[in-house]
């Protein structure tokens, strides 16, 4: 059995199993899910300790490796652009199930404010996060880190990968000797990480069983039910942005056949569901691109860490649908000109969202403010709390096939020639 179905039996499993103690209220085998939490962290931890090392190595080996600076450039133009276009997209369609669905409009007073009591405290924590959140110079200036080594430390992955970028850079223009040393040295780092991260997948399966059974047990379906439309909006709102943007961008950019790229790439998405984290997932996602896809390591070192910290294309339409959401449940008209404004703000306040799990609900706060709904930013983002979890790990599985349908039309604009493929298979052309 291929590893992404056996994860995909596991997340089922593991599903299954959290609503079946929940429902019928089993305390010990919700004790017993619970408990085994640990092994999806301890996963996500080992994963995640791999995800620096294979970066420098990636991106250093990729950039050096290039000779060629202007390509650089425009490798990292395309990619950008293409990152900002998308998520832009995303937050309109956000807007556009939202007008059409009005999610909000079916909760009755007693019921949103029952919601909002029951996470008042943990969205007034959120707000003083908020309320640190750099500035906009702030952030441009943190992109060039003081101190690799602290970037490297703290996961802060945007300092980290434009330093490793700038010295792949000069690493490129040295003496051929000298650089092809550091190449050597940064290539068996790369595939020594790349040998870890074989090893930690074979207990992908299990940790994700783990994962999903907890989550699961542990918040059931109550919190679900009762904001239903609203999770069905966003989740409707990100299917059509796979399926139509991702979709047209795979067939007509990329020039491959979306089902068989799903089908290949699904590895990712399912760690990434499991996870809620695109960093943590960064390696397989690294793996998988060429793996399966036969994008070069010079595309993908770029493209892919790039991605897992600014392709936040789920995260912008899930705030999008949540403005729209808590606008409507309060009675406030959002005309065309405050979209706009969402579409504008939320674009640039995903891309700055950590990748990591939650990070949306800090940014969503930036987005009601924008729009004038600052006097039920607290009430509104408790109201939301409830389900955040469950369409975090939906929407980081979004942002993850964005991140290789990127690598993909990044990879084939630069003319290469893609194709399905694994470790144990020939190369062969894809079918277009």
Same mark, same amino acid.
């Given at each position: 059995?291929?590893?992404?179905?056996?994860?995909?039996?596991?997340?089922?499993?593991?599903?299954?199993?959290?609503?079946?103690?929940?429902?019928?209220?089993?305390?010990?085998?919700?004790?017993?899910?619970?408990?085994?939490?640990?092994?999806?962290?301890?996963?996500?931890?080992?994963?995640?300790?791999?995800?620096?090392?294979?970066?420098?190595?990636?991106?250093?080996?990729?950039?050096?490796?290039?000779?060629?600076?202007?390509?650089?450039?425009?490798?990292?133009?395309?990619?950008?652009?293409?990152?900002?276009?998308?998520?832009?997209?995303?937050?309109?369609?956000?807007?556009?199930?939202?007008?059409?669905?009005?999610?909000? &409009?079916?909760?009755?007073?007693?019921?949103? #404010?029952?919601?909002?009591? #029951?996470?008042?405290?943990?969205?007034?924590?959120?707000?003083?996060?908020?309320?640190?959140?750099?500035?906009?110079?702030?952030?441009?200036? &943190?992109?060039?880190?003081?101190?690799?080594?602290?970037?490297?430390?703290?996961?802060?992955?945007?300092?980290?990968?434009?330093?490793?970028?700038?010295?792949?850079?000069?690493?490129?223009?040295?003496?051929?000797?000298?650089? #092809?040393?550091?190449?050597?040295?940064?290539?068996? *780092?790369?595939?020594? /990480?790349?040998?870890?991260?074989?090893?930690?997948?074979?207990?992908?399966?299990?940790?994700?069983?783990?994962?999903?059974?907890?989550?699961?047990?542990?918040?059931?379906?109550?919190?679900?039910?009762?904001?239903?439309?609203?999770?069905?909006? *966003?989740?409707?709102?990100?299917?059509?942005?796979?399926?139509?943007?991702?979709?047209?961008?795979?067939?007509?950019?990329?020039?491959?056949?979306?089902?068989?790229?799903?089908?290949?790439?699904?590895?990712?998405?399912?760690?990434?569901? &499991?996870? /809620?984290?695109?960093?943590?997932?960064?390696?397989?996602?690294?793996?998988?691109?060429?793996?399966?896809?036969?994008?070069?390591?010079?595309?993908?070192?770029?493209?892919?860490?790039?991605?897992?910290?600014?392709?936040?294309? !789920?995260?912008?339409?899930?705030?999008?649908?949540?403005?729209?959401?808590?606008?409507?449940?309060?009675?406030?008209?959002?005309?065309?000109?405050?979209?706009?404004?969402?579409?504008?703000?939320?674009?640039?306040?995903?891309?700055?969202?950590?990748? *990591?799990?939650?990070?949306?609900?800090?940014?969503?706060?930036?987005?009601?403010?924008?729009?004038?709904?600052?006097?039920?930013?607290?009430? !509104?983002?408790?109201?939301?709390?409830?389900?955040?979890?469950?369409?975090?790990?939906?929407?980081?599985?979004?942002?993850?096939?964005?991140?290789?349908?990127? &690598?993909?039309?990044?990879?084939?604009?630069?003319?290469?020639?893609?194709?399905?493929?694994?470790?144990?298979?020939?190369?062969?052309?894809?079918?277009?």
């Amino acid at each position: 059995m291929q590893l992404y179905n056996k994860i995909l039996l596991g997340l089922i499993l593991g599903a299954v199993v959290g609503a079946v103690a929940n429902f019928l209220d089993i305390g010990w085998l919700q004790s017993f899910l619970i408990a085994l939490e640990p092994i999806g962290t301890a996963f996500i931890r080992a994963i995640t300790m791999i995800v620096i090392p294979l970066v420098v190595a990636s991106l250093m080996i990729g950039t050096a490796s290039l000779g060629d600076l202007t390509k650089l450039g425009r490798i990292g133009g395309k990619t950008v652009g293409f990152y900002l276009c998308t998520t832009a997209v995303a937050v309109t369609i956000g807007l556009l199930v939202s007008n059409v669905i009005k999610p909000g &409009s079916g909760i009755d007073e007693a019921t949103r #404010d029952q919601l909002a009591g #029951d996470a008042m405290d943990e969205a007034a924590g959120a707000m003083t996060l908020a309320e640190e959140a750099p500035t906009v110079i702030e952030t441009l200036l &943190s992109v060039i880190p003081r101190n690799p080594v602290q970037a490297a430390a703290e996961l802060d992955l945007l300092p980290l990968i434009f330093f490793t970028i700038i010295f792949g850079a000069a690493v490129s223009v040295i003496a051929p000797k000298r650089r #092809d040393a550091v190449i050597t040295f940064f290539e068996g *780092v790369n595939d020594a /990480s790349m040998v870890i991260i074989d090893w930690v997948m074979k207990l992908a399966p299990y940790a994700v069983f783990a994962l999903i059974g907890a989550v699961v047990a542990r918040f059931g379906t109550d919190l679900l039910q009762s904001l239903l439309v609203y999770s069905l909006t *966003v989740v409707l709102g990100l299917l059509l942005h796979l399926m139509i943007t991702y979709g047209l961008a795979v067939r007509f950019l990329a020039k491959l056949n979306f089902w068989q790229f799903l089908k290949r790439v699904a590895k990712a998405p399912l760690v990434a569901f &499991s996870t /809620s984290s695109s960093n943590a997932t960064l390696p397989v996602t690294m793996e998988t691109a060429e793996e399966e896809l036969g994008v070069s390591k010079p595309v993908s070192s770029f493209v892919l860490p790039l991605g897992a910290t600014i392709n936040m294309d !789920g995260t912008a339409l899930y705030q999008a649908v949540a403005v729209m959401f808590i606008a409507q449940i309060y009675g406030i008209d959002i005309g065309i000109t405050e979209q706009l404004v969402v579409v504008l703000t939320a674009t640039l306040a995903s891309i700055g969202a950590a990748g *990591v799990p939650s990070a949306g609900i800090i940014t969503l706060i930036i987005v009601l403010n924008a729009v004038g709904l600052g006097q039920h930013v607290q009430a !509104g983002i408790a109201l939301i709390l409830g389900v955040d979890r469950i369409l975090d790990m939906i929407r980081t599985s979004v942002n993850v096939t964005g991140d290789l349908t990127a &690598s993909a039309v990044i990879a084939r604009s630069e003319g290469e020639e893609l194709s399905f493929r694994s470790r144990d298979e020939e190369r062969v052309a894809a079918p277009v």
